[in-house]
């Protein structure tokens, strides 16, 4: 396991950007997959991004693909997420996880609260 601690939330206006950072722990940080997930007000969380060990392939959701990009900093145990063109719809909590199979994932962090509204 390692521990995760998202940052980087806040509030911002439609068609505007917010970058979101994922710091992990351990030693073994750049072998573990890294997803992001957000929990959305009464919706069921929901996968938003994917990045293999070691900078490896990336996946997107289809309502973020073009928008957002999932980047990792394997010497500084990071993981980033760029978010452009936000809209109401990508309200949520944003949470970072390692090591995923589906939503079963063997580490979260606590989340960071992303709120789009004018």
């Known amino acids: 396991d390692v521990d995760l601690v998202e940052s980087g939330g806040g509030l911002v206006q439609p068609g505007g950007s917010l970058n979101l950072s994922c710091a992990g722990s351990?030693?073994?940080?750049?072998?573990?997959?890294m997803s992001w997930f957000r929990r959305a007000p009464e919706k069921e969380q929901e996968w938003v991004a994917f990045?293999?060990?070691?900078?490896?392939?990336?996946y997107y959701a289809a309502d973020v693909k073009g928008r957002f990009t999932i980047s990792r900093d394997d010497a500084n145990k990071m993981m980033y997420l760029e978010m452009h063109s936000l809209t109401t719809a990508d309200t949520g909590v944003y949470i970072c996880?390692?090591?995923?199979?589906?939503?079963?994932?063997?580490?979260w962090g606590q989340g960071t609260q992303v709120t789009v509204s004018s």
């Open positions: 351990g030693p073994r940080f750049s072998s573990y997959a």
């Open positions: 996880a390692s090591e995923c199979s589906g939503t079963r994932c063997s580490s």
């Open positions: 990045i293999s060990s070691r900078g490896g392939p990336k």
